[in-house]
């Protein structure tokens, strides 16, 4: 019975753990040819000043359209390719891509992009960042880098050289999903950090949870005192926003305010702004 599933479907006998060895191999073979494919695409998910409504920038969000299959979320397939090093490769391409569409918005447009640990840790992702800035030709300061706490856990010399460099580039630097984890306050004046990005499950829980209204309010003290932009991530309320700009909050993104979209679509709302 389980071989008439298909050419795989003895795996059905075979322990889960098996099984997910053999879906990260098949994805990791598949990964490997995607950037030739051109498989990827970058959405770019709106940034909004709480205060005026303004549209201040954009993240960068990776997609993989596999031809096969659909859409596989990056949650599933960057820590595949983290461990196979090809997050090095993409997230050449992820900087690249998104240093163009810079040249195509508005001047004082700036943009995100994620990067991952294994970038800094395989390669000089500082070099890399100055490379495309090159090419392109746009204003450093228009880019943003976004990192996570994982990044700082590993606590290493090299780590904060590279985000030093990257600022002596004139980039700036987010912490990303900040409240998660590992979060230690020591980060805060350890690194140089620009911009704190208040995690998701925190927004998503400041009707419902105390805790998570009191965390917000002393991250975005924090802020304050550290000179840092706060920004507020998974926004999807009307009653989760009017709480944040209470408290202060400098900037929010959230499905209330803007989904991911194309380039195209962006570069609409970015222009019509521009023009009020
Ligand atoms: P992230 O950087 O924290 O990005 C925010 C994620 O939350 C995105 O998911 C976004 O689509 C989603 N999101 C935004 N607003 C809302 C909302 O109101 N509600 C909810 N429920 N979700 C919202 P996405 O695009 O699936 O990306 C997931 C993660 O994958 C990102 O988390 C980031 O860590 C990683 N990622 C995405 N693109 C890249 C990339 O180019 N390079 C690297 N290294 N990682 C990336
Ligand atoms: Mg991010
Ligand atoms: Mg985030
Ligand atoms: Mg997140």
Same mark, same amino acid.
């Given at each position: 019975?389980?071989?008439?599933?298909?050419?795989?479907?003895?795996?059905?006998?075979?322990?889960?753990?098996?099984?997910?060895?053999?879906?990260?191999?098949?994805?990791?073979?598949?990964?490997?040819?995607?950037?030739?494919?051109?498989?990827?695409?970058?959405?770019?998910?709106?940034? =909004?000043?709480?205060?005026?409504?303004?549209?201040?920038?954009?993240?960068?969000?990776?997609?993989?359209?596999?031809?096969?299959?659909?859409?596989?979320?990056?949650? !599933?397939?960057?820590?595949?390719?983290?461990?196979?090093?090809?997050?090095?490769?993409?997230?050449?391409?992820?900087?690249?891509?998104?240093?163009?569409?810079?040249?195509?918005?508005?001047?004082? =447009?700036?943009?995100?992009?994620?990067?991952?640990?294994?970038?800094?840790?395989?390669?000089?992702?500082?070099?890399?960042?100055?490379?495309?800035?090159?090419?392109?030709?746009?204003?450093?300061?228009?880019?943003?880098?976004?990192?996570?706490?994982?990044?700082?856990?590993?606590?290493?010399?090299?780590?904060?050289?590279?985000?030093?460099?990257?600022?002596?580039?004139?980039?700036?630097?987010?912490?990303? !999903?900040?409240?998660?984890?590992?979060?230690?306050?020591?980060?805060?004046?350890?690194?140089? =950090?620009?911009?704190?990005?208040? !995690?998701?499950?925190?927004?998503?829980?400041?009707?419902?949870?105390?805790?998570?209204?009191?965390?917000?309010?002393?991250?975005?003290?924090?802020?304050?005192?550290?000179?840092?932009?706060?920004?507020?991530?998974?926004?999807?309320?009307?009653?989760?926003?009017?709480?944040?700009?209470?408290?202060?909050?400098?900037?929010?993104?959230?499905?209330?305010?803007?989904?991911?979209?194309?380039?195209?679509?962006?570069?609409?709302?970015?222009?019509?702004? !521009?023009?009020?």
């Amino acid at each position: 019975r389980a071989k008439s599933d298909g050419g795989n479907g003895w795996r059905f006998f075979t322990p889960e753990h098996d099984r997910r060895i053999s879906v990260v191999r098949s994805m990791e073979s598949d990964l490997r040819g995607a950037l030739s494919r051109g498989e990827f695409t970058l959405n770019y998910q709106p940034k =909004f000043c709480l205060v005026t409504g303004r549209l201040t920038g954009a993240e960068a969000l990776l997609r993989w359209t596999h031809p096969a299959k659909r859409p596989i979320s990056p949650a !599933d397939f960057i820590p595949v390719a983290e461990l196979s090093g090809l997050i090095v490769p993409i997230g050449e391409w992820v900087l690249a891509t998104a240093c163009e569409a810079l040249t195509r918005l508005p001047a004082d =447009f700036r943009v995100a992009v994620n990067l991952s640990p294994v970038q800094f840790r395989r390669s000089d992702v500082a070099e890399t960042v100055a490379a495309k800035l090159a090419l392109s030709g746009i204003a450093p300061a228009r880019l943003e880098v976004e990192i996570t706490e994982s990044l700082l856990l590993e606590n290493n010399r090299a780590t904060a050289g590279a985000l030093e460099a990257l600022k002596a580039l004139g980039v700036t630097i987010a912490l990303d !999903d900040f409240g998660t984890g590992y979060s230690s306050l020591a980060y805060l004046c350890k690194f140089p =950090f620009d911009t704190i990005k208040i !995690d998701r499950s925190f927004v998503q829980t400041l009707e419902t949870e105390p805790g998570s209204a009191a965390i917000v309010r002393a991250v975005v003290g924090l802020g304050r005192d550290f000179s840092l932009k706060v920004i507020a991530e998974g926004v999807e309320t009307e009653a989760q926003k009017r709480m944040l700009l209470s408290f202060g909050c400098d900037e929010g993104q959230g499905y209330l305010l803007g989904r991911p979209m194309p380039l195209e679509a962006l570069l609409q709302i970015a222009t019509n702004a !521009d023009s009020r």
